[in-house]
Structure formats: C-alpha cells, structure tokens
C-alpha cells in the first residue's frame, strides 16, 4: 500500500476543503476503496474520513425522504419510512453484500463503488483501459459473462456492481453535493457515465465533490414498488440482472411507470422505453414483455453473456407481473 495520510472531516466545509487537495479521496465505510488501495489499483496521497458527517434520516415537507451521505446501507435497509415507502430500496440494499459490509458501506461510498471487472483488479497481469487507459481491455475478448450488454463501448463493457443505485434510478432520486464552485444536485440517473472512450471517467462530479445526501420523492406510488436481484449464489454475488421498478395502476391501467435494470450497463440502466410502451396501456404479462423487448433491442452481447438478454426480459415480466398482481 502506498503511504497516505488520515484525517476526519468535522464538517461538509471541512471535507470539501480537505478533499479538494490533490490526491486526496474521501473514505466512507472504506469496504471498496481500501481493497482497492490494497491492491494498488488506488493510490490516494490523503484520506479524509466523512463517515463523521449527516447519517440522518429526515423527513420532508413534500412526503419524501432526504437521507444523509453517511448513512450506513443497514440503517437505510430498516428504517421504516424506506421499507414502507421505498421496499425496492430496501430490498436491493439487502440484496448486495454481506450484513458485516452493510453496516460499514455508507450511501456515499455505495453510489461511487467502483466496478468488480475482474480484469480491473487484476492489476499485474490484465490490460485494462479504465485502470491504464490506453491499455486495452481483456474482457472484451475474455471471460465477460458478468459484463454489460446495453451501452457499452469498444473501450470497455463492465458493469456498475450496485444494488442500491438500481433502486434509486428507479425511484428517480437527487443526488447533493458539495464542492469547490459550491453545491448542486444531479438525478441520480445522471451521476454515472457510460464508458465511451474515457472509461476512467466514471461519473459526472468534479474533482473533490463530496456526496453529502440523497432525497427520495414524496409520491405515494413508489410504496409498489420492488427489487429482483438475478445472480449465480444466493448471497454474497453480483447481480447477472436485476430489476427495480415501480407501478402506478388506475384499476387495469398503467398510470405512471418507472424501471431501471442493473448488471447490465456501465451505470445503473434507466429503462425509459420500456417505461413510454407501458405507460396509459394495460397492465397485461404482453405488454410486459413487448416493453421489455422494445428496452432491450438495442441490447449487444459479448461472446459469454448473451443469456443476460433473455434473463433481463424474464425478470423484467417477472418483477412487473408481481408489481400488477391478478392481471389479465
Ligand atoms: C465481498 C463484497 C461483496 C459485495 N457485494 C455487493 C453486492 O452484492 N451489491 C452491491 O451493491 N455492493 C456489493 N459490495 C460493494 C459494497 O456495497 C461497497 O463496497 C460499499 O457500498 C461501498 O461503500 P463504502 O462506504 O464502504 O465506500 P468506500 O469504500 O469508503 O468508498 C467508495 C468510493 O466512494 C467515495 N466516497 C465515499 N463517500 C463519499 C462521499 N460522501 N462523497 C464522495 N465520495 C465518497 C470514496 O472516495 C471511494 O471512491 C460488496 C463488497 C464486498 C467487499
Ligand atoms: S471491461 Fe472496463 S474495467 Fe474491465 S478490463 Fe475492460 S476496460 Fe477494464
């Protein structure tokens, strides 16, 4: 590990002052970033500690929920206006990881969880543009049953690893953050980047940008709403596929929809056309399906994953079907 220093953040000021220094990063539960600085695949020259900043919960004057950056995932996952107002938050957080990692994992550090290619961490012996870039990438020719298939680029076809940012893409949350020019916000479908070709650029925040809280809408309708995670084991596995959506019905029709896929794509997949074919139709297991088709024609798959095509249709129909109960 290379030598860095440590110090704790009293305050969002304090932080974004801290972590505005070069090679400074900041350090959340520290479950990916210090594996990565094991590995050397991350060398900060300073770490400031942010778990010491707003963990809180609150609610706000239009129904919604602001949670604070440190909030630890377990918190999140069992407090009760998440679980009763937002179940596909809830389920997808304790979809991830291992309780152990959950209750040390931050909303913060989730969100900016960098992905599990394993050519990434294979930093001796794997080219990889993200990690070098310029390098080249082994899995476009390697083992990719784990990578993308929507979205990808002949630079690089990971996958962003989070369960939470599936939900929170469906749930059309606001990311806050704090930085040098001041604060801001970004729907949280707009953090993440595709690869393109600078797949070492993996989000929209500048440099020193801290995540200081997320908010949840206040629309009564996402308390339908739910997280299927598709994966090889039952714990302790990224997702091949998962689906986190919601459903508004107005007796057999879809009043407002909202979908996003995970496992599939550099950033958490906001299925907006699956959403238009669906919304002010019919809630049947056909429109379903034609939704799911129309979201994933534009679908590419490697050599080693095109049954993620197939799996994400399937639980797609499968999560919405849930969704709508009895339908035709
Ligand atoms: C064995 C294992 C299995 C896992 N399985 C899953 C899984 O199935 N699903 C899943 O979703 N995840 C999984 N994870 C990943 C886990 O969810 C992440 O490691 C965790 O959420 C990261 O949060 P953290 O607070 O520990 O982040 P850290 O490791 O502390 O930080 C991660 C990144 O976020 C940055 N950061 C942290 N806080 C802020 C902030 N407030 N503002 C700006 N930047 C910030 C850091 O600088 C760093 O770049 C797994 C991890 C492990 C080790
Ligand atoms: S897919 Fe992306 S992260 Fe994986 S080796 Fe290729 S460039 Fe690196």
């Known amino acids: 590990m ?9 305050d969002a000021g304090d932080a974004v002052r801290q972590g505005g220094a070069r090679g400074a990063r900041f350090l959340g539960g520290g479950t990916n970033l210090v594996d990565l600085m094991r590995e050397t695949i991350e060398r900060p020259s300073a770490l400031v500690d942010v778990t010491g900043l707003s963990s809180d919960i609150e609610e706000l004057e239009d129904g919604g929920l602001r949670i604070g950056a440190a909030a630890r995932n377990t918190a999140v996952a069992e407090h009760s206006a998440v679980r009763s107002r937002y179940p596909a938050l809830a389920r997808a957080i304790l979809s991830g990881a291992s309780g152990q990692i959950r209750n040390m994992a931050t909303v913060g550090g989730n969100i900016l969880q960098r992905t599990r290619c394993t050519y990434f961490y294979d930093n001796e012996g794997s080219r990889c543009n993200k990690r070098s870039p310029g390098q080249g990438c082994d899995a476009i020719d390697g083992l990719n049953r784990m990578h993308a298939i929507l979205g990808a680029s002949p630079s690089c076809v990971a996958t962003h690893p989070s369960d939470m940012c599936v939900a929170l893409a469906a749930l059309d949350a606001t990311v806050y953050l704090g930085g040098a020019s001041g604060e801001r916000s970004l729907a949280l479908t707009d953090v ?8 070492e650029i993996e989000t929209m925040l500048e440099p020193g940008e801290l995540i200081t809280a997320i908010e949840l809408p206040g629309e009564p309708w996402l308390g339908r709403s739910t997280y299927r995670k598709v994966r090889d084991r039952s714990s302790y596995a990224f997702a091949l596929v998962s689906v986190a959506a919601a459903l508004k019905l107005e007796d057999d029709r879809i009043a407002d929809v909202r979908i996003a896929l995970g496992g599939v794509a550099h950033k958490p997949w906001r299925a907006r056309k699956a959403e238009d074919v669906l919304r002010g139709g019919v809630a049947s297991p056909g429109s379903f399906r034609a939704a799911a088709l129309a979201e994933l024609a534009d679908a590419a798959p490697l050599s080693h994953n095109g049954f993620k095509i197939t799996l994400a249709e399937r639980t797609m129909v499968a999560v919405l079907t849930d969704l709508a109960g009895e339908v035709a």
Do not use: K
């Open 2 to 10: 290379t030598p860095f220093s440590f110090t704790r953040a009293v």
């Open 192 to 199: 993440h980047r595709l690869p393109d070709g600078r797949p």
